[in-house]
């Protein structure tokens, strides 16, 4: 046990030491971060490769154990390091990828692409995931799950290091929890590829926490990131519960959960998932009044509230795991709903509400109307159908001229009463939507059926600016 200690102290000793040396020259060369109002909080220029100082006393402490003279111990040294050996050429790939983008930058996708050789690299090093729920999985899904996993993890740290002390918090307490996971298990590889991590991130946290001096930048978020998943890998085959996976994806919860809620708001915007934004769980809690040091230990605190419910479920799977996990998902569904996302609020209502079958209901209602419209070869045939058509809809009247021939649906009505829907058709001619502002339409409908009216006429007529739409009867179906 005082081997993982020393191994610990050592690898915080360095990066107490490093940490100030890298931000140093870090300064001197201009690697730092340039404050912007719209997502980064801090308003100087702060050095961004803090990653190298955490990487470089994570190695160096490893490398100490390998060299000092522990004779009485009952733990073969260099078996348990045969792991941090084996996952050295995909952790460096990450790391380099990381220190390239702090240094000259990378696309996302360039960033992606690496992740996943590294993450390939990884499984066939033995880090993968082979079981779930007592099945082991053929390699051809085994892969590609340990590669999304593993580049989940990457970007989950990565995503999150937009506060003082986050990430590098948040990877403290998923560090212990796997370490405390691999003292439990008897696994000593897991315990020695951990130990060092812990002590490195606590060592940078003195620079790191609210007002940081120093960032762990994209060589330290996706680096710690990477291991992380790696780790998760290693204690889910060892501890071979029926859940496997589960009590390390709770571990990093609140970095995965954040990931996930990043991409759902970005695709619910129509955004690009790769797009920064200012939505993240700790802008949120920002955002309701709280400072960056608060923020920073109440994530804190539902790390540590997750490393409890991922070790409960490690260790007392058998007889309370399913009441565990449903604990573990109302507590997680309680914090999203006070962060206040109002995308999650509304498409929640369009579920809750029925919402979602009547879209889908005024889609299928659109599509036969557009068939039976296109059937009509003359607009003496078009005109009962648009007619019928908006009377089901909810329109209250269609006008429509097309050349000299005019047809009204609502003589005697009223203009002033009605909102208007105009389609123009060219020069003079137009369809005329009118809504009675009493009665509800859909908001599909009010959208689509102008469009779909509009496609029509100019598909099935031709038009000049000399002469009026006339009927195209070859692009009609007859």
């Not at 590294?118 to 099945?135: N, Q």
């Not at 995503?159 to 996971?181: C, N, Y």
């Not at 659109?366 to 009377?391: C, H, K, M, N, Y």
Request: glycine share 10%.
């Amino acid at each position: 046990m005082f081997v993982f200690f020393d191994v610990t102290c050592v690898a915080f000793l360095l990066s107490l030491i490093l940490t100030p040396w890298v931000r140093g020259i870090a300064e001197r060369l201009g690697l730092v971060d340039a404050p912007d109002a719209n997502r980064k909080l801090h308003l100087g220029a702060v050095p961004r490769v803090g990653g190298v100082a955490v990487v470089s006393s994570y190695i160096l402490a490893l490398g100490f154990i390998l060299i000092a003279p522990y004779r009485h111990v009952d733990i073969d040294i260099p078996r348990g390091l045969s792991a941090a050996f084996a996952l050295a050429p995909a952790a460096s790939i990450i790391f380099l990828t990381g220190l390239i983008d702090d240094i000259r930058g990378l696309s996302p996708w360039q960033k992606f692409a690496a992740e996943v050789v590294a993450s390939v690299l990884a499984y066939y090093a033995g880090f993968g995931i082979h079981v779930m729920r007592f099945h082991p999985l053929s390699d051809w899904l085994s892969l590609p799950i340990t590669v999304l996993w593993l580049v989940g993890c990457s970007n989950a740290l990565n995503l999150i290091d937009g506060m003082d002390g986050l990430a590098a918090g948040v990877g403290v307490f998923a560090t212990l929890t796997s370490f405390v996971a691999a003292l439990v298990h008897g696994n000593p590889q897991l315990a020695f590829v951990t130990a060092p991590l812990a002590g490195a991130l606590l060592g940078f946290l003195r620079y790191n926490f609210n007002p940081a001096s120093i960032f762990l930048g994209d060589s330290g978020s996706l680096f710690i990131g990477f291991l992380l998943g790696c780790f998760g890998t290693m204690w889910g085959q060892k501890s071979a519960t029926a859940l496997g996976m589960t009590a390390p994806l709770i571990a990093l919860a609140m970095p995965l959960l954040d990931t996930g809620l990043s991409i759902v708001r970005r695709v619910l915007r129509r955004q690009s998932i790769f797009a920064g934004d200012h939505g993240h769980i700790h802008h949120r809690l920002l955002d309701q009044g709280l400072t960056p040091r608060r923020a920073a230990l109440l994530l804190y605190g539902a790390c540590g509230l997750a490393a409890v419910f991922s070790l409960l479920q490690d260790l007392v799977h058998d007889r309370f795991g399913g009441l565990i996990i449903i604990l573990f998902c109302a507590a997680a569904w309680i914090g999203v709903q006070h962060l206040g996302y109002s995308e999650f609020g509304i498409a929640g209502r369009v579920f809750v509400r029925s919402s979602f079958r009547g879209l889908v209901y005024d889609q299928l209602r659109l599509q036969q109307f557009d068939r039976q419209l296109r059937q009509a070869t003359t607009l003496e045939d078009a005109w009962p159908v648009i007619v019928s058509g908006a009377q089901e809809f909810g329109i209250a009247g269609v006008r429509l001229r097309i050349g000299e021939q005019y047809f009204d649906s609502t003589p005697g009505m009223d203009a002033e009463r009605f909102w208007q829907i105009r389609v123009p058709l060219g020069p003079g001619q137009f369809v005329n939507l009118a809504l009675d502002p009493t009665e509800q339409v859909s908001a599909v409908i009010q959208a689509s059926l102008p469009k779909l009216l509009e496609g029509y006429f100019r598909s099935a007529f031709r038009t000049s600016p000399e002469e009026v739409l006339e009927l195209r009867t070859d692009d009609v179906p007859q």
